[in-house]
């Protein structure tokens, strides 16, 4: 499976914006879905954004109208734009690839969000 490698995390103030980006080391554009997964201290990972090869996109609802996430295959890079950022958004974020449909993810290392109130 293919590498993939997220940068663009940090420190922000709440209410700010951030922008992840996820390289794959190999071409993206027949893996059925990219999405981002999150991991906050004492929590589950959970989804919150993919999108699929046809085009679609989903959110979670903690982060529906807050996020997009854009794909774009011929780069080979994903990416998750974060805006109105609360404490509540800190957490390691993952980039992830599910190949086929219903089938397993995998991630990268992830990278930290930290945001102050």
């Known amino acids: 499976q293919e590498k993939l490698v997220e940068s663009g995390g940090g420190l922000v103030q709440a209410g700010g914006s951030l922008r992840l980006s996820c390289l794959a080391s190999a071409n993206i554009s027949s893996i059925h879905a990219m999405g981002w997964y999150r991991r906050a201290p004492e929590y589950e990972r959970e989804v919150i954004a993919m999108?699929?090869?046809?085009?679609?996109?989903a959110y979670s609802e903690s982060v529906k109208g807050r996020f997009t996430i854009s794909r774009d295959n011929a780069k080979n890079t994903v990416w998750l734009q974060m805006n109105s950022l609360t404490s509540e958004d800190t957490a390691v974020y993952y980039c992830a690839a599910q190949p086929v449909k219903s089938g397993s993810w995998y991630w990268g290392q992830g990278t930290q969000v930290t945001v102050s109130s």
């Open positions: 999108a699929t090869a046809n085009g679609g996109s």
